[in-house]
């Protein structure tokens, strides 16, 4: 909104006046929509078939002791390389980092070989293309885009190794 010379009245984007009143009344109103709406939108997400992949594989996670086990290890192998790593240069082992760094390695391919954990990498990946389609929605909707036509752009570069996921 721009302001206007007018004492106590404002321009919004179509140009119209309008005074501090109805800007108050305006935001209690489009504030009550919008949480609506969002509750809506929170619901909708929840009914969303890549929402209950994604709870279903996060439950199987937790249940699964094998895989527990495996991530208990590799966070205590990264703590262990972060406190070698925090040392002063000259204190610092660098053949101890080396070998930290091999262990850590080797466990993350071993907790991201597991089946629950592959599952798990799929079903989040998806959720996670789905709420940033959302996001690029609203983003495109606040930058005065057509809620109803607006389209997200995907900048695929086709090299899978800079890419969060495919859309």
């Known amino acids: 909104m721009g302001a206007d010379r007018r004492k106590g009245?404002?321009?919004?984007?179509r140009n119209k006046l309008?005074?501090?009143n109805n800007i108050?009344?305006?935001?209690?109103?489009?504030?009550?929509?919008?949480?609506?709406?969002a509750r809506e939108l929170g619901r909708a997400i929840q009914n969303d078939e890549r929402y209950k992949g994604y709870i279903e594989a996060k439950q199987e996670n937790d249940k699964?002791?094998?895989?527990?086990?495996?991530?208990?290890?590799?966070?205590?192998?990264?703590?262990?390389?972060?406190?070698?790593?925090?040392k002063p240069e000259g204190v610092r082992d660098n053949a101890k980092l080396e070998r930290f760094n091999n262990e850590l390695q080797e466990c993350y391919e071993r907790v991201?070989?597991?089946?629950?954990?592959?599952?798990?990498a799929v079903m989040k990946n998806a959720l996670d293309n789905l709420l940033q389609e959302v996001q690029g929605i609203i983003s495109l909707c606040c930058d005065g885009e057509d809620p109803d036509t607006c389209q997200v752009q995907h900048n695929c570069t086709s090299?899978?190794?800079?890419?969060g996921g495919c859309h």
């Open 159 to 163: 090299d899978c190794s800079t890419c």
């Open 24 to 37: 108050r009344n305006m935001k209690g109103k489009t504030k009550m929509d919008v949480i609506k709406a």
């Open 9 to 13: 009245m404002r321009t919004c984007s």
């Open 64 to 86: 699964d002791e094998a895989l527990q086990q495996l991530i208990g290890e590799f966070n205590l192998k990264r703590e262990n390389m972060q406190l070698e790593m925090d």
């Open 18 to 20: 309008i005074s501090k």
């Open 112 to 120: 991201m070989g597991n089946a629950n954990m592959a599952n798990f």
